[in-house]
Antibody
């Protein structure tokens, strides 16, 4: 079955950087687009970024454009989120999530989720 | 403020049917049949319940059903059970710079 195992969260000071990882198994990782979704403490879900199956297309929510970079390593079945110039407003649990369609970007629902990793931006 | 509007809380008794609403605009829910619903228990990752307005993934109980009218989508849960107590989020594709929108979530309490 699909498994998405996340790592890389922690406490970081404002303005600093952090990289999140999401190791995939149970499916052909390189055939599917992937997303990052976050959830601030006690708040709702917010879509953050998407990368196509081959890494050729990336999309971001406005609030992270120019600061976050989504990437993937299809050889090692791993998704990344490089976060720079972090702000207190970026404090959240970050989830990686799988796009449901083979090769084509559905960009409208997520059929599997990682367990989440907490990023706390605080001085 | 979330892009899609959901009531903050609803409650129901075991065995009852309840309907959760999710209101958007003509640029998201009203424009596409791309509404999805997720269930999230405390401390857990969200789980897909409904996709493309009415479709249920394999393994999801038939007690969950979705619909849409205009700019408002709905999730109906029939035969409420204690295990249904959770947060529920709607989501939609949008023709904006933020491609995927979520609602603020509805906390369902089973009395």
């Amino acid at each position: 079955q699909v498994q998405l195992v996340q790592s890389g969260g922690g406490v970081v000071q404002p303005g600093k950087s952090l990289r999140l990882s999401c190791a995939a198994s149970g499916f052909t990782f390189g055939d599917y687009g992937m997303h990052w979704v976050r959830q601030a403490p006690g708040k709702g879900l917010e879509w953050v970024a998407f990368i196509s199956y081959d890494g050729g297309n990336e999309y971001y929510t406005d609030s992270v454009k120019g600061r976050f970079t989504i990437s993937r390593d299809n050889t090692n079945d791993t998704l990344f989120l490089q976060m720079s110039s972090l702000r207190t407003a970026d404090t959240a649990v970050y989830y990686c999530a799988k796009d449901p369609y083979l090769f084509v970007a559905a960009l409208r629902w997520f059929d599997s989720w990682g367990q989440g990793t907490l990023v706390t931006v605080s001085s | 403020q979330s892009a899609l509007t959901q009531p903050a809380s609803v409650s129901g008794s075991p065995g009852q049917s309840i309907t959760l609403s999710c209101t958007g605009t003509s640029s998201d829910i009203g424009a596409y049949n791309y509404v999805s619903w997720y269930q999230q228990h405390p401390g857990r990752a969200p789980m897909l319940l409904i996709y493309d307005v009415t479709n249920r993934p394999s393994g999801v109980s038939s007690r969950f059903s979705g619909s849409k009218s205009g700019n408002t989508a709905s999730l109906t849960i029939s035969g409420l059970q204690a295990e249904d107590e959770a947060d529920y989020y709607c989501s939609s594709y949008a023709s904006t710079s933020t491609l995927i929108l979520f609602g603020g979530g509805t906390k369902l309490t089973v009395l």
